[in-house]
Nanobody, 116 residues
């Protein structure tokens, strides 16, 4: 079955960096676009970044453009989210996502807290 497992979250000071990873299994990873979402307490889940199956095209939400970078390693079945110049408003639980057969698949998420 499809599994998505996020890791790499933690507590970081404003201006710091983190790299999130999402390990995927149970499907042909390179055939599917992957996305990162985040959800802050009391807020709706929002799309952060997407990457096509071959990694050639990426898209970002306006609040993270220039600071977050999505990439993937199709040989390892992992999608990454490099997070630089982090701000307190980036504090959220981060989830990876893919759409397979019209169904949305989610991991359990990894918490990112940006605070001094």
């Amino acid at each position: 079955q499809v599994q998505l497992v996020e890791s790499g979250g933690g507590l970081v000071q404003p201006g710091g960096s983190l790299r999130l990873s999402c390990a995927a299994s149970g499907f042909v990873f390179g055939s599917y676009d992957m996305s990162w979402y985040r959800q802050a307490p009391g807020k709706e889940r929002e799309l952060v970044a997407t990457i096509t199956g071959d990694g050639s095209i990426t898209n970002y939400a306006d609040p993270v453009k220039g600071r977050l970078t999505v990439s993937r390693d199709n040989a390892k079945n992992i999608v990454y989210l490099q997070m630089n110049s982090l701000k307190p408003e980036d504090t959220a639980k981060y989830f990876c996502n893919c759409q397979i057969g019209g169904r949305s698949k989610w991991g359990r998420g990894t918490q990112v807290t940006v605070s001094s």
